[in-house]
Nanobody, 120 residues
Framework: QVQLVESGGGLVQTGGSLRLSCAAS????????MGWYRQAPGKQREFLAL????????SYAESVKGRFTISRDNDKNTVYLQMNSLKSEDTGVYYC?????????????WGQGTQVTVSS
């Protein structure tokens, strides 16, 4: 199993920045992709960004492209989401996810989530 623990959420004003962290433990060697999702109130969980273990290839949702940056520190088994120019619509619970060998094309491991609230 892979265990994921998010941190770094909180309250921030519009235009501000936050950096989320996700520490992974367990079967780290099986992880092929890590990513971030969020779930806004009343909405479905939304893909934000991913980064591959091999080569650090990244992909972003259009809604966050240019504002959010995903990165990874392999030595620390930690993935980050740097969020800049935050908007009220960025409010939600942010989840770290991992896709590992055997998950196919799905993210099979999830953290508990960390709340991000953007206010004016």
């Amino acid at each position: 199993q892979v265990q994921l623990v998010e941190s770094g959420g909180g309250l921030v004003q519009t235009g501000g920045s936050l950096r989320l962290s996700c520490a992974a433990s367990g079967s780290i060697g099986s992880i092929v992709t890590m990513g971030w999702y969020r779930q806004a109130p009343g909405k479905q969980r939304e893909f934000l960004a991913l980064i591959t273990t091999s080569g650090g290839i990244t992909s972003y949702a259009e809604s966050v492209k240019g504002r959010f940056t995903i990165s990874r520190d392999n030595d620390k088994n930690t993935v980050y989401l740097q969020m800049n120019s935050l908007k009220s619509e960025d409010t939600g619970v942010y989840y770290c996810a991992a896709r590992k060998v055997g998950d196919g094309g799905l993210f099979g491991s999830w953290g508990q989530g960390t709340q991000v609230t953007v206010s004016s």
